[in-house]
């Protein structure tokens, strides 16, 4: 089955840096790859996604690259801001293929003011 | 539109208790997951179903029972309960691709 695995496990950053957070996958029929974001206490939301037959997706603030290739993709954040503390979680399946989403482990994303 | 419901929001169980946690969804969604949150350890499926009377195991199903006989509800069930699966439980739906989540069962077994 699918295996996912993201790195690091806690980042700190300063407003205004930006932030990166990494994720394998194993399974190389996995086209779907999302990025679920969870304030705490509260439950995982859709942040940005990406199919395979894209490379980069981008919205506002935030960026998602997959490299096939490596089986790895990213999430990248610019100028964070304070509202951006929060766990972040990557995931991988296979559209209307009957599987279902398998998640990494998850990124404490600290931005100190 | 209510989303992905689960009930209840808290319980404590005693070891060897059973318990149903309930979950209901309103967007006609075929596919259905339960999922368990641990710290540090992300999110770990225990079984998922992609239409009512299909179910399938997930990463870690040993403890726990699922039914879907009607598209809307996907009710997990622990029968023997035991300390490792002291745990906060999200259920969550999706037609294809974004999953949405419920707002999460704190269960904690003493």
């Known amino acids: 089955g699918e295996n996912v695995e993201q790195h690091p496990s806690t980042l700190s950053v300063q407003e205004g840096d930006s932030a990166v957070i990494k994720c394998t996958y194993s399974?190389?029929?996995?086209?779907?790859f999302p990025w679920y974001k969870q304030e705490l206490g509260k439950r995982p939301q859709l942040i940005i996604d990406?199919?395979?037959?894209?490379g980069e997706k981008k919205d506002q603030r935030i960026a998602v690259t997959l490299n096939k290739t490596a089986k790895h993709f990213s999430l990248h954040i610019t100028e964070t801001q304070p509202e951006d503390s929060a766990v972040y979680f990557c995931?991988?399946?296979?559209?209307?293929?009957?599987?279902?989403?398998?998640f990494g482990k998850g990124t404490t994303l600290s931005v100190s003011s | 539109n209510a989303g992905v419901t689960q009930t209840p929001k808290f319980r404590i169980l005693k070891i060897g208790q059973s318990m149903t946690l309930q979950c209901t969804q309103d967007m006609n969604h075929n596919y259905m997951y339960w999922y368990r949150q641990d710290p540090g350890m992300g999110l770990k499926l225990i079984y998922y179903s992609v239409g009512a009377g299909i179910t399938d195991k997930g990463e870690v199903p040993n403890g726990y029972n699922v039914s879907r006989s009607t598209t809307e509800d996907f009710p997990l069930r622990l029968e023997l309960a035991a300390p490792s699966q002291t745990s906060v439980y999200f259920c969550?739906?999706?037609?294809?691709?974004?999953?949405?989540f419920g707002q999460g069962t704190r269960l904690t077994v003493v």
């Open positions: 990406i199919r395979s037959n894209v």
């Open positions: 399974d190389s029929a996995s086209n779907y």
């Open positions: 995931a991988a399946s296979r559209i209307q293929a009957g599987t279902a989403l398998i």
């Open positions: 969550a739906s999706s037609l294809s691709t974004e999953a949405f």
